[in-house]
Structure formats: C-alpha cells, structure tokens
C-alpha cells in the first residue's frame, strides 16, 4: 500500500520557472524524503527532512513539511530541462521500522 | 562515489519460467531493500533485509517469489515461475541504519511474455 500521494500528478512547466509538487500521507512519521527517478533508471535521493524540521534547502530544492497537516511540499526554483523525472515521496513511518513507503510520483516535464 | 549494483539490466523471460536477479549493496550497508515498480507507479516493497535476516516480506508473493541474502551481503531475488503481472521495474536499495536516506541500483526490468 502507498501512504504518500503526490500532488499533481503531472506538470508541465517552462525552463526557469518554478515548479511545486505536494505530498500528503496518513500516518505518525520519522521523516520525510524526495527522490528523483529519470525515465527507466533508479531513483536517487534528494533531500530528507526530519518530523521535527519544517523547511530545508539543498541547491534549486526547497521542501516543506508540515505533521500537523501531514503533508509536504517540493519547490524546484529555475528549472532546467534536465530536471525532467518523475519525483516521489516517501516516508519512513514512525511504527514500519525503517522502511520507506512511497507515493505514487509527480511526472515534470520542464520544456525548453 | 559507492553504487549499489544490479544485474541483469533487462530481462525478457516467457511466463511460467523462472527468473533471478542480483544486487550488491553499498560496503557495509546493513540493511537491503527490494522494492518492485509498476511503470507510472511509485515502487512498492517486497522484502526487507536487516544483515541476513528478513526484516518484513508481508508484501511478497512467497508462493512465487523467494529472496535471501547469504553472509549479509548481496542479495538474490527470484521468481518461479513468472507470470505476466509480474512485468515491472525490480529495484534494490540499501541503507547503512535508521532514518536515513536510501541508496537505490538502477533497477532490472523485467517483462514477461
């Protein structure tokens, strides 16, 4: 079973303009990560933020979160044409001993 | 930088046969993770490993699937016999503890014929 859910599931966007993806999930968490899957290959981690952390950085990535309304967000500022992937949440759930859950993923496609 | 290997990169099998496929995890990575990906899903867990001990494999078809990961090392999933559902993106992953991030191989893709 999927405990995240993306939000859109697609987007479409032009090169340098911003794009923001929403996560929301059910369930008490030890944190939160984002992870980045090119077309056909494995996915790669982004960023992971703790459950009691609310805003982290790292580069063109901004993410959110927010346990009260079980939810979080990913903002890609400036994006490129090379930020085109499919990009999922997943969660370390605070009772599943380690074991990520992911979402089902928000396809982008950044155009040039 | 340390990878986490996967072998085959593609795999085409005919149903009812078996099929298997290997991953080495990142040195020292104590904990592997299988994870399977239906194309336009997100990955779903099969099996969890904790050194050479299944931590979770509630989400394994064990009928078909079995996994192992002798001296806690790399790690063997296989299926037998194949069915054409079973078509999808079969990931491992390993991470070195708790609460961290994960390291994922760039997957085996299997389609049943």
């Known amino acids: 079973s999927q405990q995240g859910e993306e939000d859109p599931q697609a987007l479409s966007i032009q090169e340098g303009e911003n794009a923001t993806m929403n996560c929301s999930y059910k369930t008490s968490i030890n944190n939160l990560q984002w992870y980045r899957q090119n077309s056909g290959r494995g996915l790669v981690h982004l960023i992971l933020i703790r459950s009691n952390e609310r805003e982290k950085h790292s580069g063109r990535l901004r993410v959110t979160l927010d346990t009260s309304k079980k939810s979080s967000s990913l903002l890609i500022t400036a994006s490129r044409a090379a930020d085109t992937a499919s990009y999922f949440c997943a969660t370390d759930e605070a009772a599943a001993g380690n074991k990520l859950t992911f979402g089902g993923g928000t396809r982008v496609l950044v155009k040039p | 930088e340390a990878e986490v290997a996967q072998s085959p990169r593609y795999k085409i099998t005919e149903k009812s046969q078996a099929v298997a496929f290997w991953c080495d995890p990142i040195s020292g990575h104590a904990t592997l993770y299988w994870y399977r990906q239906i194309l336009g899903q997100g990955p779903e867990l099969l099996v969890q490993?904790?050194?050479?001990?299944?931590?979770?494999d509630s989400q394994l078809p064990k009928d078909r699937f079995s996994a192992e990961r002798l001296k806690g090392v790399d790690s063997t999933l296989k299926i037998q016999p194949a069915e054409l559902g079973d078509s999808a993106m079969y990931l491992c992953?390993?991470?070195?503890?708790?609460?961290?991030?994960?390291?994922f191989g760039s997957g085996t893709r299997l389609t049943v014929v």
């Open positions: 992953a390993s991470s070195p503890g708790q609460f961290g991030s994960y390291t």
């Open positions: 490993f904790q050194d050479e001990s299944v931590v979770d």
